[in-house]
């Protein structure tokens, strides 16, 4: 049974980013990325949630708005082994049973996503939740930094397992492709699996950590929402969600 007691949001944030460097801490609007995810996580009331950094400055920010914050190593492969340090860190008693892993460059995440992507884990059969929304338009497709969920959902349904994700979209996949969202939520055993897994070729080459799941057959069950939430990956993208900011 999912509850408070047994559900953690973890949210990875590292400073180092290739497209925009130091992104969790530009300010969008007076406050830094980082602050815009945390406050979401706190306000959905799912559970304990928890900063995973390898950044001194991130973490003071967290802990100077009095959240939970932790340092973890500079040298993680994804995301989703960040948050499995820190779960070792913080629940030594492993009282944590569900986990969301939501990205640190998702300002605009509210509790209903955060909702939909938990209850996905009611379903013991599946290790990990993600959410997709359907694209725009074609241009939106073709985006590279849009990472591309590939899903067949049954007429009526709204859930659907994984089939693939992929950066780069063809005549073959256009058709069933679908917006993913990152964020995912994790039955704990399947975390404990997945970080023990080697990196596979198609991890490394799509710098996607998804595919590492894939690849050894694990279950990713997604829910299909109406409009994607836009992560930041560019200055496209920071100028789009500071716009989303300030009509709130």
């Known amino acids: ?11 990875p944030a590292r400073l180092a980013s290739t ?42 920010t967290i802990e100077k708005r009095g959240g939970q914050a932790c340092l973890t190593s500079e040298s993680h492969q994804s995301g989703t082994d960040r948050i499995h340090e820190a779960l070792k860190i913080f629940d030594t008693n492993s009282n944590i049973e569900k986990i969301i ?12 996503a955060l909702v939909k992507v938990l209850n996905l884990l009611e379903n013991e059969k599946v290790d990990i939740g993600t959410l997709v929304a359907p694209f725009q338009d ?34 073959n996949n256009k058709d069933n492709a679908y917006h993913h969202i990152g964020i995912y939520s994790y039955q704990r055993n399947a975390l404990e699996k997945f970080v023990e897994l080697n990196q596979t070729h198609r991890e490394k080459e799509e710098k996607l ?7 050894n057959n694990m279950h990713i069950e997604v829910s299909l929402i109406n409009s994607p939430i836009l992560g930041i990956d560019t200055q496209e993208d920071l100028r789009e969600v500071v716009k989303i900011l300030g009509k709130q």
Request: proline letters at 3%; one cysteine or more.
């Open 1 to 11: 049974m999912i509850d408070q007691k047994n559900t953690a949001i973890i949210i």
């Open 19 to 60: 497209r925009l460097p130091n992104k969790p801490l530009l300010e969008i609007n007076s406050k830094t990325m980082i602050e815009y995810v945390w406050e979401n996580a706190q306000k959905s009331q799912l559970g304990m949630v928890v900063v995973a950094t390898d950044s001194i400055k991130i973490k003071e």
């Open 101 to 112: 892993n939501l990205q640190g460059d998702l300002p605009t995440i509210n509790k209903q």
């Open 138 to 171: 074609e241009n939106e497709m073709q985006k590279n930094q849009f990472v591309k969920a590939i899903c067949k959902f049954a007429k009526n349904k709204m859930t659907t397992r994984a089939i693939d994700f992929t950066r780069v979209i063809n005549e």
């Open 209 to 215: 950590e998804q595919l590492r799941a894939i690849g």
